[in-house]
C-alpha cells in the first residue's frame, strides 16, 4: 500500500490562506496608499533665522500650555509654500512703504446709546450696495473706545503688520507666538486687547504691575479696555478688535487676528505673504472643518448652546433668508464655503476688505456676535465688489497655530455671559420646522426639489 501524502495543516484550510491573502494584501494597499497620498501642509524654500531665546518667562502658577488640543490631520490637500524670510521681509516692508489709494470708507460718525449704533435690517442692507463712495458707512465707535492714550498712540504708530488678539472675562491665556524670524519684532506689532477681570488675572500672577500706565508680556502690548461702557457681553467686546483692527489701527497695511485660544507657531510675516500677498487677496481665513451651509453653523450653534438665546438665533436666520440668503453651490464658487473658522483672519486693509468688516460688524452688533452666521449673507450681498477670498484647507490652519481649551476655572466676577436664559428655546433651531421663512433654503441645502 502506498504511503499517504498530507498537506501542511497550513494549506488544508481554504479559508485560512484566503484570509491570510485577503490581509496581506490590505496591509500593503493601505501602506502605499499613506505613502503615496501624504502631501505636507507647510513647505519653506529655505531656512530662516529664527530668534532662539524664549519671548517671556511664565511663572509655574499661570500655566500657559495647560489644555493644548492634539492636532491628528498633518497632511494637506492644498500644501502652503513659503518663501525665503529675508526676501519676504523686503517685499512686505516695500508693500507697505509703498501703500498708496484709499484704503478707507466714509466712516459715519455721530453718538448713539450702543458702541455699534442702531440701525433697523433694512437700512444695514442699504449699505451693501457701495457704489457710491461719498456715503457714509457705519462702522462703530458711536460710543468710545474706552483705552489709554499712551495704547491709542501706540497703535497709531503700527504703519506695517499688526498681530491682534483679545481676552475679555479672563477665558483665556496669553501665550507667546514661536517661529519668529529675527527681525519680525522689529517690523510686526502684537496687541492684547483685555478687560479689568483678565487685568486683575494678569496682576494675580504677577505677570504685570497695576502701578504701570503700560504693560508689556514678551511679544504682546497689553491694551486695558474699560468695557464698563461697552457691551454686556464679554464675546460681543472681543469683536471690536476682531473685526474693526483697520479702526483701531488706521496705519497698518496688514492685520492678524488670532483668537487668545490659539498660539501662532510660523512667523506672521510668512503667512501674510503665502496666504495674502502671493495671491492679491483681501482677506484669507480658513474654511469650516465640518460645515458648508450656514444653516449648519446656525444649527450647531443652538444644538452645541454656543448662544443660548435660540429665538434671536431664529430670528436671525429668518432674517437672512427673508432678504436673501442661499446655500452653498458651486454657483458661489470661488468661494468653496459660506462658513469659515473665524479663529484665524489675516487680512489687507484695503477698501474692499475694510468695507466688508465694517458690514460684517454691523450684523454682529444687531444680532450676536457669532460672525460665522452673517459672513456669507454679508459677502454674498456686497455690491458692486465682493472681497477677494483665499478660504485655505483647515489642515493649514492646524498646522500655523496651535489651540488649546479656554480658562476651566472662570475667576470670579467673570462677564462671560451668553444670550438671555430667559429666551432660551428648543435647542433645535428649526425643530417641527419652525422656520418658515427658511423652508426654501433648507430644501435647497438637503437637495430637495420645490416649486417657488
Same mark, same amino acid.
Given at each position: 500500500?502506498g ?16 484570509s491570510?491573502l485577503?490581509?496581506?494584501?490590505t496591509?500593503f ?14 513647505f519653506?524654500?529655505s531656512?530662516?533665522d ?12 499661570? +500655566? ?10 498633518s ?23 509703498n501703500s ?16 455699534g ?8 442692507i ?8 461719498s ?29 491682534v ?18 527681525k ?16 486683575? +488675572?494678569?496682576?494675580?500672577?504677577n ?28 464675546a ?20 492678524i487676528?488670532?483668537d487668545?485660544?490659539?498660539q ?22 480658513s ?18 448652546k ?20 442661499? $446655500? ?5 464658487l $470661488?468661494y ?17 476688505s ?12 444687531a ?11 454679508v ?7 465682493k ?31 451668553q ?8 435647542p ?25
Amino acid at each position: 500500500m502506498g504511503k499517504a501524502t498530507s498537506k501542511p495543516l497550513l494549506f488544508q484550510s481554504k479559508l485560512l490562506c484566503f484570509s491570510l491573502l485577503y490581509l496581506s494584501t490590505t496591509f500593503f494597499l493601505a501602506l502605499y496608499s499613506s505613502l503615496s497620498s501624504t502631501t505636507k501642509c507647510l513647505f519653506r524654500s529655505s531656512p530662516f533665522d529664527p530668534i532662539q531665546s524664549p519671548l517671556f518667562s511664565y511663572p509655574p502658577t499661570y +500655566g500657559e500650555h495647560k489644555y493644548a488640543i492634539p492636532t491628528l490631520r498633518s497632511s494637506c490637500n492644498s500644501p502652503v509654500f513659503f518663501s525665503d524670510y529675508w526676501v519676504v521681509l523686503k517685499e512686505i516692508q516695500e508693500l507697505c512703504r509703498n501703500s498708496t489709494g484709499a484704503r478707507h470708507p466714509k466712516y459715519m460718525q455721530g453718538t448713539d446709546a450702543s458702541f455699534g449704533g442702531t440701525f433697523s435690517t433694512q437700512k444695514r442692507i442699504s449699505y451693501f450696495d457701495y457704489s457710491d463712495v461719498s456715503v457714509e458707512l457705519p462702522c462703530g465707535f458711536f460710543k468710545e473706545f474706552p483705552i489709554s492714550n499712551y495704547d491709542r498712540l501706540a497703535m497709531e504708530k503700527c504703519n506695517g503688520v499688526v498681530v491682534v488678539s483679545a481676552i475679555f472675562g479672563d477665558h483665556d491665556k496669553i501665550r507667546q507666538p514661536k517661529g519668529l524670524g529675527s527681525k519680525t519684532l522689529d517690523n510686526v506689532c502684537f496687541f492684547m486687547f483685555v478687560d479689568d477681570s483678565t487685568l486683575k +488675572g494678569l496682576d494675580r500672577h504677577n505677570l504685570i504691575t497695576r502701578k504701570s500706565k503700560e504693560y508689556s508680556i514678551g511679544a504682546w502690548r497689553i491694551v486695558s479696555v474699560s468695557s464698563e461702557n461697552l457691551y454686556e457681553n464679554a464675546a460681543m467686546n472681543g469683536v471690536i478688535p476682531k473685526h474693526l483692527a483697520h479702526r483701531l489701527f488706521p496705519n497698518s497695511i496688514y492685520s492678524i487676528w488670532i483668537d487668545a485660544k490659539l498660539q501662532l507657531v510660523v512667523d506672521p510675516l510668512l503667512l501674510i505673504h503665502s496666504l495674502v500677498v502671493s495671491g492679491n487677496v483681501d482677506m484669507a481665513v480658513s474654511r469650516h472643518p465640518y460645515f458648508v451651509h450656514t444653516m449648519e453653523e446656525a444649527m450647531a450653534t443652538a444644538r452645541w448652546k454656543k448662544w443660548l438665546d435660540v429665538d434671536s438665533l431664529k430670528k436671525q436666520m429668518e432674517t437672512y433668508c427673508e432678504n436673501g440668503l442661499q $446655500p452653498w453651490t458651486p454657483n458661489k464658487l $470661488p468661494y468653496p464655503s459660506d462658513v469659515p473658522d473665524s479663529a484665524l483672519i489675516l487680512r489687507k486693509h484695503s477698501l474692499i476688505s475694510n468695507q466688508f468688516s465694517c458690514l460684517l460688524f454691523n450684523e454682529l452688533a444687531a444680532f450676536n456676535p457669532r460672525d460665522q452666521l452673517a459672513f456669507a449673507f454679508v459677502r454674498d450681498h456686497m455690491n458692486p465688489n465682493k472681497p477677494k477670498l483665499n478660504m485655505f484647507d483647515v489642515e493649514v490652519f492646524e498646522q500655523v497655530a496651535l489651540e488649546f481649551r479656554h480658562n476651566i476655572k472662570q475667576v470670579s466676577g467673570s462677564t462671560s455671559n451668553q444670550g438671555s436664559r430667559s429666551n432660551r428655546a428648543s435647542p433645535d433651531l428649526c425643530v417641527n420646522s419652525s422656520c418658515s421663512r427658511c423652508h426654501s433654503y433648507l430644501l435647497k441645502m438637503w437637495g430637495e426639489s420645490y416649486e417657488q
